[in-house]
């Protein structure tokens, strides 16, 4: 296979834009980079991929709780959330994003634990969308269940989609944007036909009176169809005008993100009489039925599957891209940043993705994704912490777009969802708790092992290009 390297000196955390991608064979022409249109569709399947998924807050705490907290949420754990990342991937607009705020501010160790932490974190997500996928096939061809056929669905779905990352982040971005575009066209159409059946009444219901709040669950709904704001800085190195692109796309995907949540919810919720045990994964299917016809179920379900393959392209593009950045960096080998001759992309990053993925998806990886949860979150905090300290420790360097805050409201912007970060990992269970310690001594441990083959150059790495200073930031946008 055609093979090019990331190129391995001055890594782009420092500020610049990525030179030209270096081939070992004739020199080509630079890659095209990745528009706003395709950016913003990426990080809204990165967050959220549509209302699927949505459905279990109203049945954990009614109507007007559900719409309240996809209404204010958004402004206590998104925002800071999305205003981090466009702060520090304009400022630091390389490819590996989280991974280089986190070495910039507090040096390798903790640059290679949050890679670990984030790229363990995505590739159990990964896993998981192909096995929705074959879920949602199997009510149609009962065949899919389980057995031969399941595990033949599983794998080739899998390997299928990541031929399509590995076509190139251009495809991949306007897969998204079609992606996008289809599968909420139905919510779409139907609010419109809910329009005369909707009674505002039902939005204030708190529930019925025999069914008990869940709020771990509710919390839970709302926590994790709101994040990863941060994952598409990942490939930050690909975008065109990183420090122009990044605000607009944060921007105009969070107004995605939330209406495509609050008109569905809205419509939803005014359009039909409340059986709050109803309100579960998928039950929206089910509403567009009482609602429009079976058409619509029809289209609601498609639109589900075709989401579950935007989730899954835009989290296989943040991993592969992450891993792309660590060898710049030199946290993993400078192989992991080979790139393909053809569509430039990081093929060794997707390979290694997808076969992770694969490994947990043939598993019973129910306590696995709850600790990737906590793993997310410890990733968050060292996140958080990072944007602090950078901006205490470079306070004149130029950066591209600023949160217009000084550190005292930084702080506290910092604090309220850091307070729901920790709240989410009390709550774990005990098992959670060991799976995640075990996942983060195998990140320590890959740290020191990296260390010890630079030491034996018994692997060829990157050198780890020297941490910025205040007054060495000087970057101005073109």
Not at 250 to 279: K, R
Not at 360 to 365: A, G, H, L, R
């Amino acid at each position: 296979m055609g093979t090019s390297y990331s190129t391995p000196k001055s890594p782009p955390y420092l500020l610049e834009e990525p030179p030209p991608t270096t081939t070992t064979t004739a020199a080509t022409e630079e890659p095209k980079k990745l528009a706003l249109i395709p950016l913003i569709f990426l990080i809204y399947f990165e967050v959220a991929g549509g209302p699927y998924g949505e459905e279990q807050a109203v049945g954990a705490a009614g109507p007007l709780l559900a719409i309240l907290g996809f209404l204010i949420f958004p402004f206590i754990w998104s925002i800071p959330e999305a205003l981090v990342t466009a702060e520090l991937a304009t400022t630091f607009p390389g490819n590996g994003g989280f991974v280089i705020w986190a070495h910039q501010a507090f040096g390798p160790f903790w640059g290679s634990l949050m890679g670990s932490w984030k790229f363990l974190c995505g590739v159990i997500n990964i896993a998981s969308y192909p096995v929705l996928c074959v879920d949602y096939l199997k009510l149609i061809f009962p065949i899919f269940s389980s057995g031969l056929p399941r595990f033949s669905a599983v794998l080739f779905s899998t390997l299928g989609l990541s031929f399509l990352n590995y076509s190139g982040l251009t495809i991949v971005g306007y897969t998204a944007v079609c992606l996008g575009i289809i599968s909420l066209s139905p919510f779409l159409v139907l609010a419109l036909i809910s329009i005369p059946k909707i009674e505002p009444i039902r939005w204030l219901s708190l529930g019925e009176n025999n069914v008990k709040k869940d709020w771990t669950l509710f919390f839970n709904t709302l926590f994790w169809n709101l994040n990863f704001w941060d994952s598409a800085s990942a490939l930050a190195g690909e975008v065109d005008q990183p420090q122009k692109t990044f605000p607009k796309a944060l921007f105009s995907a969070g107004i995605l993100v939330c209406l495509g949540y609050l008109i569905p919810l809205m419509a939803a919720t005014g359009g039909i009489p409340l059986d709050q045990e109803d309100w579960v994964d998928g039950y929206f299917a089910d509403i567009a039925e009482i609602i429009a016809g079976k058409w619509l179920k029809v289209w609601v379900e498609i639109g589900a599957v075709l989401s579950t393959i935007g989730l899954f392209e835009a989290q296989l593009s943040s991993c592969a891209y992450q891993l792309l950045g660590m060898a710049d960096l030199g946290f993993v080998p400078r192989f992991f940043g080979l790139r393909s001759k053809w569509f430039n992309t990081p093929w060794v990053g997707i390979l290694i993705s997808t076969l992770f993925a694969l490994a947990v998806s043939y598993m019973d990886f129910s306590d696995i994704i709850s600790s990737a949860n906590f793993l997310y979150s410890l990733g968050m905090l060292l996140e958080f912490a990072s944007f602090l300290w950078l901006r205490r420790k470079l306070p004149t360097a130029t950066r591209p777009y600023k949160v217009p805050m000084r550190l005292p409201g930084l702080i506290i912007m910092c604090l309220v969802p850091s307070c729901f970060l920790v709240f989410v990992m009390a709550i774990a269970t005990k098992t959670v708790f060991v799976v995640s310690g075990l996942f983060t001594v195998v990140g320590i441990l890959w740290f020191f092992l990296m260390n010890f083959c630079k030491s034996r150059m018994w692997i060829g790495f990157n050198n780890v290009g020297e941490r910025v200073e205040d007054g060495d930031v000087d970057y101005r946008s073109e």
